[in-house]
């Protein structure tokens, strides 16, 4: 493999991860991060994200010396044969995709790049954005490519090394293979293919995913209303090679910082361009749903009376938005919190990824250092994100603090039958004690 000179403007997961990996397969690679204090951090490789394997990868790149930090994009781009942009593009006014730190970067390089560089795009943008780079950066001898991430949080270096696909899109074809080679180590299947359509890919993988969540959240009430199991019910279906069984697991809706986040971008860009697209409005709409129909059954299990939950106190079990992450961005957890303090709950939540409670958390809910804490004096405990561990909690020592023998498992994670020695009454999404038993 061709060892090439990388630059990595951003070192959030996506660039971070990219930068760190990049340099373990052969690259040299240099990350910029208009944030200093995060840019000194990682030079004594110190990672603040949760991600399995990333420090370490930073810890080898740094010692190897094919992996550096600094602060100033420009200086990172000037001797870059490819320059990766990896910016946020949080969800702006009115659910479109917030362009500026893409467009801000693209500004400030213009002028350091090297002649003939290639510049790709990470960040997932609307159809169109690719070529908009372009035309901003206004150097016709820089080639501009979209090249999506598809990792996920918590699993983002096995991902980026064992990828499922590398999708490159590029108008020129020699830029687009300049930038498949980079990932030739990985033994990927490479689609090779235009700009529009690598941007659109990122957008449909992401929807899809949702789709089938929503999907998989609905049928969980459907499999309710007939005393079905939802789990027999998607490993049924799953066997199917054309439908799959991963992704279908019921759970109290989905979030993070992609999946809302880029659903609603491509409802924008639906609308903008006209096209109907009914599936997408349902998928987001039956997540909403969701969420209030378990609110619902919070409530009809724990209020006193009037469909208020004043003066009930909840043990919440999680908050990050998976396990596995210290990610609260658009966690369902949160929603579902808001939902029941809207109601009138007193919430105190406990999450093994969260040592303090986050200033903007504060009026929301109490942060405890255990699940006990949190189920001390509780009337119901609620199963919200699924760390293994909560399976494995002292039960009998939460019933007795608890003061009603209730668990609702919106991740239908735990042992029902532990909770039934435990004289807990279990409630599951989709699945009844009998059955989950
Ligand atoms: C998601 C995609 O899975 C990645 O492929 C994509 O690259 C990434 O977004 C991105 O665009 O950057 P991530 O945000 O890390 O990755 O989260 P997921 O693992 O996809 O989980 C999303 C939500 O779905 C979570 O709230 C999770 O708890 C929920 N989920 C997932 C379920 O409720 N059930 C399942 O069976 C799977």
Not at 105 to 118: F, H, P, T, Y
Not at 208 to 232: P, Q, V, W, Y
Not at 266 to 285: K, M, N, Q
Request: aromatic content about 6%; charged content about 25%.
């Amino acid at each position: 493999m061709r060892e090439r000179r990388v630059a990595v403007i951003g070192t959030g997961y996506v660039g971070l991860t990219t930068g760190a990996c990049l340099a373990a397969v052969g690259h040299r690679v240099v990350c910029a991060d208009a944030d200093h204090r995060k840019v000194e951090r990682l030079g004594r490789a110190e990672v603040d994200i949760l991600e399995p394997g990333l420090p370490e990868l930073v810890r080898d790149g740094l010692d190897s010396g094919r992996l550096t930090f600094v602060g100033d994009s420009r200086a990172a781009v000037g001797e870059a044969d490819v320059v990766f942009l990896c910016l946020p593009t949080p969800m702006g006014v009115g659910g479109a995709a917030d362009l500026a730190a893409v467009e801000a970067v693209a500004d400030e390089v213009r002028s350091a790049l090297r002649r003939s560089a290639v510049v790709v795009n990470k960040s997932t943008v609307p159809v169109g954005t690719t070529e908009r780079v372009a035309a901003l950066l206004g150097r016709p001898d820089i080639a501009v490519v979209s090249n999506p991430e598809f990792l996920r949080e918590g699993h983002a270096v096995q991902d980026f090394l064992h990828p499922d696909r590398v999708v490159v899109g590029a108008a020129d074809q020699e830029a687009g293979q300049r930038v498949a080679e980079l990932y030739a180590e990985l033994d990927a299947p490479v689609v090779l293919t235009d700009p529009a359509s690598a941007e659109l890919t990122k957008y449909a993988a992401n929807f899809f995913l949702a789709m089938k969540l929503s999907f998989a959240n609905n049928l969980a009430t459907l499999c309710e209303r007939f005393d079905a199991d939802i789990h027999d019910v998607v490993t049924g279906i799953g066997h199917d090679p054309r439908i799959g069984r991963a992704f279908l697991d019921p759970g109290p809706g989905w979030g993070g910082s992609c999946l809302p986040k880029d659903t609603h971008a491509l409802l924008t860009v639906c609308e903008e361009s006209g096209v109907d697209f009914p599936l997408l409005r349902a998928t987001i709409d039956t997540n909403v749903e969701h969420q209030r129909r378990l609110v619902e059954r919070v409530v009809a299990g724990c209020s006193p009376g009037n469909g208020s939950l004043r003066g009930v106190r909840l043990a919440l079990l999680g908050l990050t938005f998976k396990a596995g992450t210290s990610d609260l961005r658009d966690s369902p957890a949160l929603a579902i919190a808001r939902l029941l303090k809207e109601r009138g709950a007193d919430l105190y939540a406990y999450d093994p990824a969260l040592s303090e409670s986050p200033p903007d958390l504060s009026d929301l809910l109490t942060i405890t250092d255990s699940p006990e804490r949190a189920a001390d004096g509780a009337r119901a405990c609620v199963v919200l994100t699924e760390w293994p561990h909560f399976r494995e909690l002292d039960w009998e020592a939460m019933a007795g603090l608890l003061e009603a023998p209730v668990v609702y498992d919106f991740r239908n994670l735990l042992d029902p039958l532990r909770l039934d020695r435990a004289a807990l009454s279990w409630e599951g999404i989709g699945r009844s004690y009998a059955m989950a038993g």
